[in-house]
């Protein structure tokens, strides 16, 4: 491990993997864990994370405790926020859900363990940051958003199904957006990650206009110092992803749009700025989405 000071960052080596800090820190219990291979230093989440490998098997690793140096907090609270979030995969686990399988805290941090997915985050904003992401052939998002339309209904379905599921657990997803989808391009399967800052159902926005989200698919309340945050607001959220997957993103025009009329129909009622024009609950939206389907 080696570390060297370049324009006020430290430079970490492991393995054959190179990051920048905003100071050093000691990386030494990924030894136990495995051969680093990739790294994702670039979240202004406080966390740090790892692809490693140990007998030819993969896995992902979720780390706070560092200082990123995309990181303007305390690593205290990103370390809160990781230990809070443990609970919430363990109650959500599902088949489309990266999977925990262990935990710990360290001497100056907290670690969490996730079996690796074959997939390719839709937006990789590290490698394929502003109009690269559209432009780019070799981006993810480009790639998916030229992929087949049933494939991408597919997709769309897993998201929808997975949000009915949270749902139904009473919980309510927050800062879920597109670099919340993971998409194996080979296999054609599609997984959620990173739902830490997910919350029981119903809550509030606690931090106005700052709220946790990607403007892309953040409702109005998301805004709004003290509005409701519940199934009102995902329904919002899934029909913000289907624009983006399958239209203009925040273009909600129908000349952007890719599917029919009926499905058009569905998605624009649940992007509705006025939360009771849009459907009650994501069940309902989910079931209404796949009566136009049909």
Request: charged residues 25%; contains cysteine.
């Amino acid at each position: 491990m080696a570390n060297v000071e370049q324009e006020n960052l430290i430079t970490i080596t492991i393995d054959k993997v190179s990051f920048q800090l905003q100071e050093n820190h000691n990386f030494f219990w990924l030894k136990d864990l495995g051969d680093v291979f990739c790294v994702f230093d670039e979240q202004d989440s406080g966390n740090i994370s790892f692809g490693l490998v140990k007998n030819n098997k993969k896995l992902f690793v979720k780390y706070a405790g560092a200082k990123p140096k995309d990181f303007s907090g305390n690593p205290k609270d990103a370390i809160d926020r990781l230990v809070k979030a443990i609970p919430i995969y363990k109650i959500l686990e599902h088949p489309s859900l990266i999977k925990l399988i262990d935990y710990f805290s360290i001497e100056n941090g907290y670690v969490a363990v996730f079996e690796w997915f074959e997939g390719e985050c839709l937006h990789s904003h590290w490698s394929f940051g502003g109009k690269a992401k559209y432009t780019n052939p070799e981006s993810p998002f480009y790639r998916f958003k030229n992929l087949d339309f049933k494939k991408r209904l597919d997709a769309l379905d897993t998201i929808f199904a997975f949000h009915t599921y949270v749902e139904s657990q009473g919980f309510v997803a927050v800062d879920f957006y597109d670099g919340s989808i993971l998409y194996d391009f080979k296999n054609h399967k599609t997984k959620i990650c990173d739902i830490d800052f997910y919350r029981k159902s119903p809550s509030n926005n606690d931090l106005g206009e700052h709220f946790w989200g990607s403007t892309r698919s953040k409702s109005p309340e998301e805004f709004n110092l003290g509005s409701p945050i519940d199934s009102k607001t995902n329904v919002f959220t899934m029909g913000a992803i289907a624009f983006g997957l399958l239209g203009g993103e925040m273009d909600h025009s129908f000349s952007k749009w890719e599917a029919d009329k009926k499905l058009y129909e569905v998605a624009i009622k649940a992007v509705e700025t006025e939360r009771d024009n849009r459907y009650s609950t994501v069940k309902e939206f989910y079931e209404a989405w796949n009566i136009a389907l049909k």
